[in-house]
């Protein structure tokens, strides 16, 4: 590794472990060689500047059999190697983020080698095999097809035609509430954004008491937790974005591709632990919406929907119009079923207070579940999985 280039000196200067991190960056050369040192300037969340050394490269991950090359790009502070880089996907012109649960709409990376980075426990080598791992169950950067190149402002335009009906003003007499969506891109660490939200959600909460909040910040289903928390709020006016996104593209591949014209939805944790239900009623149905029974029939069905969602392209504006769809169904009262991030408790036995993805009737009064149904033994364990490692988390923050 070729640290002699006189800008390369003068920023491993100024780090507070120089030799110790000098040590460090000849073993991850030896490692991977790919990975190139150079200098540059970072902008931290709160737009202070400090000029860095960084590591860029690609990371060869197989993927169903063949080779993909992910470019990757790490900056390292200047307590290195006592603290963890900054670790950030670096997507060429042709490649788009497929945002998930080790990698932000951002192309942030997000790992639990990152969270509990523990010097000399830790170290990047160790974190570049732990993404090799990661990235070959769930591959964070797709090929970017013609679809991805809409007009941008699409999603402005599709928000500025929403028309509400005199229908959907008043209800009952009273004023329409309002939905305040709370979002942000900051998702390094969960306490920062329990801390940020601490001076946010009780404010608007007292400002806004019928107001119905939507919630769009990282991690999803622990955010909405935490907004109920410190709102006050009953649960059905507090719910997460969650899983509607993916629940609206498992429809669309249910109906076009495999003919079943039968709504479905992605629910539980936004996770590799999310699971797929089908309605038992047709899309264009009058009666009452319900979740199926798990059944031989469905499952090979919801399995196969599954798979040819993968690799369906980027999600950044998706997300935008997943949440406008969200925001539509509150503001004109229609009652249109989402998977949305709510309270679990007493759904399908859930005993513990979390928040999870399930089928909603969203309207102008929040939030309204569907009645729980018996999961089979998969889903139900990973259910229980996902219930278990938010309860864990949860536990773990002050809120």
């Known amino acids: 590794m070729d640290l002699t280039p006189e800008q390369i000196q003068r920023i491993l200067s100024k780090y507070k472990f120089r030799d110790v991190a000098v040590e460090e960056l000849e073993k991850i050369y030896r490692i991977y060689p790919g990975m190139k040192p150079s200098t540059g300037t970072y902008t931290f969340s709160d737009s202070t500047q400090k000029d860095l050394l960084k590591l860029t490269g690609t990371l060869p991950v197989q993927y169903e059999g063949r ?146 909040m939507l919630i769009a910040s990282q991690p999803v289903d622990i955010m909405a937790h935490v907004a109920w928390r410190q709102s006050g709020l009953p649960p059905t006016h507090v719910i997460g974005a969650g899983c509607n996104l993916d629940s609206e593209r498992l429809s669309h591949v249910m109906d076009i591709n495999l003919n079943t014209h039968k709504p479905a939805w992605v629910i539980g944790e936004l996770s590799d632990n999310k699971i797929a239900v089908m309605s038992n009623s047709g899309l264009n149905s009058n009666a009452p919406p319900e979740i199926a029974q798990g059944s031989s029939s469905t499952k090979p069905l919801l ?87 938010l309860s864990n988390l949860m536990a773990q923050l002050r809120i």
């Open 67 to 212: 080779s993909y090359n992910f470019p990757i790009q790490l900056w390292l502070l200047d307590s290195f190697p006592f603290t963890p880089p900054i670790c950030h996907m670096k997507p060429t012109s042709n490649m788009v983020i497929r945002e998930g649960k080790h990698v932000d709409a951002n192309g942030r990376i997000h790992l639990p080698g990152l969270h509990n980075w523990d010097h000399p426990k830790s170290s990047v080598v160790g974190l570049l095999n732990e993404m090799v791992t990661k990235f070959q169950e769930d591959p964070p950067l797709s090929s970017k097809t013609t679809t991805d190149n809409k007009d941008p402002h699409e999603l402005l335009a599709f928000v500025s035609n929403f028309r509400i009906s005199d229908g959907g003003i008043s209800h009952h007499g009273q004023p329409i509430n309002k939905v305040s969506v709370i979002g942000g891109s900051y998702v390094t660490v969960v306490q920062t954004n329990v801390d940020l939200y601490r001076g946010i959600i009780p404010n608007l909460a007292r400002l806004s008491p019928s107001a119905v």
């Open 303 to 389: 399995d196969r929907a599954f798979e040819i969602m993968k690799n369906r392209g980027q999600r950044s504006w998706s997300v935008g119009l997943s949440i406008a769809d969200i925001t539509n169904s509150v503001l004109t009262d229609k009652r249109k079923v989402h998977s949305v991030s709510t309270l679990a408790q007493g759904w399908g036995g859930i005993a513990v207070e979390v928040f999870l993805s399930l089928p909603c009737i969203m309207g102008v009064n929040g939030s309204t579940r569907l009645a729980g149904v018996s999961l089979g033994q998969e889903e139900d364990s990973k259910l229980r999985n996902s219930v278990t490692s």
